[in-house]
């Protein structure tokens, strides 16, 4: 007699989440599970407090017990305030909206800082992690790069560095924070395409904030709605096809919104006045 395999254990599980910014609730009672290959998008106006959220997933800001009293998120099962900071950096990597270079570093040194995690204290990088690093930049065509000083790079440029680091990084958790920003519609799709196929080889799950419309419609499996200017805290989950549509963006953005289609290309914007 055949069985079913098990389900995968998801990469993150969420229940019961409130979050708040002192006295605002930002989001009340999330719940959700991203398995391993999905793509959750989180979608909002300005303030929502979209990277707020993202923050509270990744560990680096606390959460509320809610109402329920049994507010949690769980990283492969293991309850976050029970993984200690290397675990973390292992588990999970974390883009921020902005890079900033305090100190001058080349390119390659960048993207090999994403093998940090995995190495014990005072040891240096082998053959792997450098294989990793130059396969990180390869990826994302910045080889002719590799010898430049980040501080010289162009934002889209120094974006794109910072995507590649988190490929080197190899996580089981990407949390991205406006991965396109700086990038032009070309580069916006490759480098989209490239980490979210790095992600599903790897059975790696991806979380990210996204402004364009027409990105989220091309790459998210579920979408979390954030910021219903009708109800404090209010926040909806579930497909993409059934969250992002010209009705429920028109509500989350207090803004009647349109549809538009082309090429196999699904995108919304707001209709003209």
């Known amino acids: 007699m ?11 599980q969420v229940r019961e989440l409130t979050v708040k910014c002192g006295a605002r609730v930002l989001c009340e009672a999330l719940s959700f599970k991203a398995q391993p290959g999905d793509c959750w998008v989180i979608v909002g106006p ?14 680096l800001l606390p959460f509320e ?3 329920s009293g049994h507010s949690s998120i769980e990283w492969h099962g293991a309850p ?3 993984l200690n900071t290397h675990q973390r950096a292992c588990y999970r990597a974390f883009l921020a909206p902005q890079q900033s270079d305090v100190f001058s570093t080349t390119v390659f040194d960048a993207v090999l800082a994403g093998r940090h995690p995995h190495l014990a204290a005072w040891q240096w990088e082998g053959a792997a992690d450098v294989a990793s690093a130059e396969a990180a930049l390869a990826n994302l065509k910045l080889e002719s790069l590799a010898a430049r000083d980040v501080r010289t790079l162009s934002t889209g440029e120094r974006q794109r560095v910072a995507l590649a680091a988190l490929l080197a990084q190899e996580p089981s958790l990407y949390l991205l924070d406006e ?5 032009d519609p070309a580069q916006q799709t490759e480098a989209l ?4 196929a790095h992600a599903r080889k790897h059975n790696a799950a991806v979380v990210m ?3 364009e419309l027409h990105l989220a419609t091309r790459y998210a499996d579920h979408v979390i709605l954030l910021g219903d200017e009708c109800a404090q805290g209010k926040v909806q989950t579930g497909s993409a ?15 009647p919104m349109v549809a538009l289609e082309g090429g196999g290309i699904k995108s919304f914007v707001p209709e003209r006045s």
């Open 65 to 67: 017990n809610g109402k």
């Open 80 to 82: 976050l305030s029970s």
């Open 2 to 12: 055949n069985t079913a395999a098990p389900a995968p254990s998801p990469v993150l």
């Open 209 to 211: 904030v996204l402004h």
């Open 193 to 196: 395409d490239t980490v979210l």
């Open 46 to 59: 300005n303030g929502a407090g979209k990277s707020t959220l993202l923050l509270t997933l990744a560990g």
């Open 241 to 255: 096809a059934e969250m992002l549509t010209a009705e429920r963006l028109s509500a989350l953005f207090s803004a």
């Open 179 to 183: 991965p396109a920003s700086h990038l």
